[in-house]
Structure formats: C-alpha cells, structure tokens
C-alpha cells in the first residue's frame, strides 16, 4: 500500500500540464481522461498543454474548503489553455487587477500544508505572465 504523500506525488498532471487528446474526435480534457467522454473511444493520448492562456472566470474564496483556511481570501480561476478549461489558484496579483480574457501562465506552487502531517503538497497555479519566452511549452517554474 503507498502513502498519501507518495501517491500525491505520483500524479503527473499534479506538476505537468498535461492532458488528453481523443484520436477519434479530437476532444482535449483536463485532468487527462482514459475514455472519452464525448464519443467513447478508448484511443486517448496523453499531451503537454502550453503553459499561457486566458482567464476566463474568476472567484474569491472567503470561505475555504477544510486546508485551505489559512489562505485567505484566495482567487480561484478558470483559465482557457489550447481549448482546455483548467482550473487552479491564480497567485501573485491581486483580485482588483484580474480582468476577464488577461493572458496568465502556469507556475509550480505550494498548494497546502497537511496540518496533522505537515506535508508539503505542491501543484499548479496560475500568475501574471513574467516575460514571453521563445518556447511555449510548459517547463516547471521554481517552487517559491
């Protein structure tokens, strides 16, 4: 049996933006799926998403799920990469500076502590954009 921090660990789209691609009908989806939802095949590939994309809702959470209490206020979004909607923390701005079709990029961020643990879980979040790369594609960002 592994532990909760090893299986934590041991999934890939936790620190890669990765996502699946349905070969029959072209269908992407995040968190990756085996199936397609859409039209059934089994015929998925696993694929790297872009690191930018565009905001496309947001929400301030004041009143937090159990773990995350400590955090707020926080902003929570849903960001529109390569016409998949991932959803993830937006971190280092503020909520007043947010605005509906902004560019954001994808970052590797402490999510939460394990309060009876004290392990550290780590994941993607969301920020402004440092500065455009020549390459897209997604590359871990320094965990701060």
Same mark, same amino acid.
């Given at each position: 049996?592994?532990?909760?921090?090893?299986?934590?660990?041991?999934?890939?789209?936790?620190?890669?933006?990765?996502?699946?691609?349905?070969?029959?009908?072209?269908?992407?989806?995040?968190?990756?799926?085996?199936?397609?939802?859409? %039209?059934?095949?089994?015929?998925?590939?696993?694929?790297?998403?872009?690191?930018?994309?565009?905001? !496309?809702?947001?929400?301030?959470?004041?009143?937090?799920?159990?773990?995350?209490?400590?955090?707020?206020?926080?902003?929570?979004?849903?960001?529109?990469?390569?016409?998949?909607? !991932?959803?993830?923390?937006?971190?280092?701005?503020?909520?007043?500076?947010?605005?509906?079709?902004?560019?954001?990029?994808? %970052?590797?961020?402490?999510?939460?502590?394990?309060?009876?643990?004290?392990?550290?879980?780590?994941?993607?979040?969301?920020?402004?954009?440092?500065?455009?790369?020549?390459?897209?594609?997604?590359?871990?960002?320094?965990?701060?």
């Amino acid at each position: 049996m592994s532990s909760a921090p090893r299986y934590w660990r041991e999934i890939p789209y936790r620190y890669r933006l990765e996502a699946s691609l349905c070969e029959r009908c072209g269908s992407k989806f995040y968190p990756p799926r085996i199936i397609c939802p859409n %039209c059934k095949s089994r015929e998925m590939k696993r694929i790297r998403l872009p690191k930018r994309g565009t905001l !496309v809702s947001y929400s301030v959470v004041y009143f937090p799920p159990k773990g995350f209490e400590l955090q707020t206020p926080y902003v929570v979004g849903l960001v529109e990469i390569d016409g998949v909607k !991932v959803v993830g923390q937006i971190t280092d701005v503020l909520p007043s500076e947010l605005k509906i079709g902004m560019e954001l990029e994808a %970052c590797f961020r402490k999510v939460r502590v394990n309060g009876k643990s004290g392990i550290i879980q780590y994941g993607i979040k969301f920020r402004k954009p440092e500065k455009r790369d020549a390459d897209e594609s997604y590359v871990p960002i320094g965990v701060r």
